[in-house]
């Protein structure tokens, strides 16, 4: 059983940036392919970005490429989402998400076998 907790969201003007953590209990955090989705309201939940499980792979979707990135320090286990030059469509609850899976990429949310709480993230015009 893993547990996720995020954290960092807030509200942000145009352009600015945040950047979300997201917490992992459990000592095989090191063992899990991570991925960051949205949910903006009335629209479905979608991929942001992923990890694999050392970090040496990472995948984006097209519309937050060359703006976000992920990392992860699995000495803290912990998962991170820089998001530089945001914009007002950013704005969603942001979820955090752990898989036992090989990554592929990351994009399909039944990859993911543990969800966070989600944090919200507002972005100002």
């Known amino acids: 059983q893993v547990q996720l907790v995020e954290s960092g969201g807030g509200l942000v003007q145009a352009g600015g940036s945040l950047r979300l953590s997201c917490a992992a209990s459990?000592?095989?955090?090191?063992?899990?392919?991570m991925g960051w989705f949205r949910q903006a309201p009335g629209k479905e939940r979608e991929f942001v970005a992923a990890i694999s499980w050392s970090g040496g792979n990472t995948y984006y979707a097209d519309s937050v490429k060359g703006r976000f990135t992920i990392s992860r320090d699995n000495a803290k286990n912990t998962v991170y989402l820089q998001m530089n030059s945001l914009k007002p469509e950013d704005t969603a609850v942001y979820y955090c998400?752990?898989?036992?899976?090989?990554?592929?990429?990351?994009?399909?949310?039944?990859?993911?076998?543990?969800w966070g709480q989600g944090t919200q993230v507002t972005v100002s015009s």
């Open positions: 998400a752990a898989s036992y899976g090989l990554l592929g990429t990351g994009t399909d949310i039944n990859f993911y076998d543990y």
């Open positions: 459990g000592r095989t955090f090191s063992s899990y392919a």
